[in-house]
């Protein structure tokens, strides 16, 4: 009876202790998303930090060289980069509600409503609906910035996780892994590195890859003299992110913007072409060399992560969902190998 | 086995060892369990024993080092390792000995070619051992007719 009563009681405690960490979670959602920023990033930055200690350096000296690189580069951005991109957005917003735009759309409608005769008028009303795209999507790129997770964490809290995660990370890894039970510990350790085959050599791929691809369409669409270029690129590079979805998103926006701003045919034969390239090189190029194909998922898993991911976490979680998917797959399958072999052996 | 290894390169090792406490009795690693690497007894006694029953092949102590070949090779452990007495011991793995060679390459080397070198020679005592017991069994065979 007294066993059945403290078998009750542990499983109670257990649950209770679930939920605290289950409300802690939903309480501290956006610090933790900031510490999974940061600990993204230096996971991102580590094999530099590993080349550079093998040069020479010590790993504090390493990091100290990597945020001064970063810190230039970051500099120069805000510089350059930053002001424009602010100045494109408020222009797309400013001349959507420009007659021009609407005469556009106004045209489009026409020539929907001509060529599909059952669409009525009510379904269509294109004008409200771009403009609340284009007011939503400017929001949640400020957002991104900006309100969601303040400037101050932005620009403080993120570098300073970075630094020490880069700086102290193996030895906080250690220290982790000193309080697991030797019962369990070679076997979190096994799974640790099976983790880090898996998705490490995805997560740095991933984004040299964005960041080629980027800078691919800032090139194209500044030669296409498309306007907005500078932000049209820097999406598509962040959409190339996100499987399957993405390489069409930034192609599509680019389209769009075409075809609202001027609706010449020509110009937008010609921004899709260049998108056409760009992912022609970047899957016969880039992805081979930069993207390792460490995680071997089925194309239907990866959607399905894709979506649970954005409605969690919206972007980020479209692009965090691949790797997240990836670790929990190697946890299984890592498990069950294990308990299969334990049960072989005995 | 780091008995070439610098002062510099021993602390460049130190931190990526693990050091592990094992009560009395308490097992290291179960004979058929994925090994990713291996012990070193810092101070106590661990015995390494083979099957259901655990019959004991050899008891280690201080200085004595044991599942080297999950190093090397990913595959079941061949042997369970018990703590015959309370044991600190240092755990050694795999990813670790791949950041060592790619960070500290030249440590790293070090330790693989002394890790070469005593598989080596157990290989080679093994291979006397064989040989031994073959002539011995030949012996008794032709007794037998």
């Known amino acids: 009876m007294d066993i059945t009563i403290n078998r009750f009681l542990k499983i109670l405690l257990f649950l209770l202790g679930l939920a605290a960490i289950g409300w802690l979670v939903v309480k501290l959602s956006s610090i933790i998303m900031v510490f999974i920023v940061g600990a993204l990033l230096a996971y991102i930055l580590d094999p530099i930090a590993s080349f550079l200690e093998y040069k020479g350096l010590s790993r504090a000296a390493a990091t100290g060289v990597i945020f001064l690189v970063l810190a230039l580069i970051l500099f120069l951005t805000v510089l350059f980069v930053v002001p424009p991109i602010i100045d494109q957005v408020k222009v797309i917003q400013h001349n959507l509600s420009s007659d021009t735009s609407a005469e556009a759309i106004k045209n489009i409608e026409q020539f929907i409503r001509k060529n599909i005769p059952f669409m009525k008028e009510s379904d269509l009303n294109l004008q409200v609906r771009v403009n609340e795209m284009v007011t939503h999507f400017s929001n949640s790129i400020f957002g991104l910035l900006g309100s969601v997770i303040s400037i101050i964490t932005t620009l403080v809290i993120i570098p300073f996780v970075v630094f020490f995660l880069l700086k102290d990370g193996r030895s906080m890894i250690k220290n982790l892994v000193s309080i697991i039970p030797n019962r369990y510990f070679e076997i979190t350790l096994n799974l640790l590195y099976k983790i880090d085959l898996q998705i490490g050599g995805y997560l740095r791929g991933q984004f040299f890859d964005a960041l080629i691809i980027g800078i691919l369409s800032v090139i194209a669409l500044w030669f296409l003299k498309v306007p907005y270029f500078l932000l049209i690129g820097a999406f598509a590079g962040l959409a190339n992110m996100v499987p399957y979805v993405g390489p069409w998103t930034g192609a ?40 390792a194909r460490s995680v ?8 399905f992560a894709v979506i649970v991911g954005g409605q969690f976490y919206g972007i980020l979680g479209m692009f965090l969902a691949v790797p997240v998917a990836a670790i929990i797959k190697v946890f299984v399958i890592e498990v069950y190998n294990m308990y299969k072999k334990v049960n072989l052996a005995f | 086995m780091f008995q070439d290894l610098s002062k510099k390169e021993l602390r460049q090792l130190e931190r990526i060892l693990h050091q592990r406490t094992y009560k009395q009795g308490e097992v290291v690693f179960n004979e058929g369990e994925p090994g990713v690497g291996m012990y070193i007894i810092e101070d106590g006694e661990v015995q390494i024993t083979i099957g259901k029953d655990r019959r ?74 064989n040989r031994e017991l073959r002539e011995k069994l030949q012996a008794l065979e032709a007794k037998g007719k």
């Open chain 1, 252 to 291: 599509s926006l680019a389209v769009l913007v075409v075809l609202i701003s001027n609706g010449e045919v020509n110009q937008m034969v010609m921004v899709a072409l260049a998108f056409a390239i760009i992912q022609l090189i970047d899957n016969v190029l880039v992805q081979p060399l930069v993207v």
């Open chain 1, 296 to 303: 071997k998922m089925h194309p239907l898993l990866v959607i």
């Open chain 2, 56 to 129: 004991v092949l050899a008891v280690l102590s201080k200085g004595d080092f044991f599942g080297e070949m999950a190093l090397l090779l990913e595959a079941p452990r061949t042997a369970s390792a018990i703590a015959s007495k309370a044991s600190i011991l240092y755990g050694f793995f795999q990813p670790d000995l791949f950041s060592i060679l790619e960070t500290y390459p030249r440590t790293g080397n070090k330790i693989l070619l002394r890790l070469s070198q005593m598989i080596a020679e157990r290989l080679r005592r093994s291979n006397i051992e």
